[in-house]
């Protein structure tokens, strides 16, 4: 298989089920940004000091896969694919992981800016990532039904790595750096 078609060099692109779209559609920012995460993810993994959660962020790309492909689904046409299901689940395991970080982090008393370790960064660039892709999802939502579940899944996974950026931050003995406001002159 060719992984060039020429089919794009227009400046459209396929979506599953045929139908033909501008490369600039939201559909198509919606499940690239989703994509972009994925990608962010991977980094993230690679860097993980926190070995025991690279499963899990094994599962949050296999998620996120699913969920694109949804996306990449033009209107009417998933009725005629077999897509994967979407883990209804999902939501809640991440909400139990979060719960089970929060037992172990120190309580949150101020914002907190990115950084004091690589991972942390990651985690932090991941979760910008994901909410703009929530974003997309949401204003395609507007247009074309978008599963409740991907939206639910995206705004919690968001809470997640906001959650397992401290985990980071705390297992690694890193510095959790707080904002502090300038005061006004």
Request: contains cysteine.
């Amino acid at each position: 298989m060719k992984i060039y078609t020429r089919t794009g060099d227009d400046g459209t692109t396929a979506l599953l089920g045929g139908d033909r779209v501008p490369k600039h559609h939201l559909r198509i920012e919606t499940y690239g940004a989703v994509d972009e995460l994925n990608a962010n993810l991977g980094l993230l993994k690679d860097q993980n000091p926190v070995d025991e959660y690279n499963g899990f962020i094994k599962d949050i790309q296999d998620n996120l896969f699913t969920i694109g492909s949804h996306l990449a689904t033009g209107p009417g046409a998933s009725a005629k694919l077999q897509l994967p299901e979407i883990n209804a689940d999902a939501v809640e395991i991440l909400e139990q992981s979060i719960d089970k970080m929060d037992e172990e982090l120190p309580p949150l008393r101020n914002f907190v800016l990115p950084g004091g370790h690589v991972a942390n960064s990651a985690a932090h660039v991941a979760r910008c990532v994901c909410r703009r892709a929530e974003r997309l999802a949401v204003h395609l939502n507007d247009t074309d039904s978008v599963d409740p579940v991907i939206l639910k899944y995206l705004n919690r996974l968001s809470d997640w790595l906001f959650s397992f950026s401290r985990l980071i931050t705390h297992r690694t003995g890193s510095p959790e750096i707080a904002w502090t406001p300038r005061s006004k002159k």
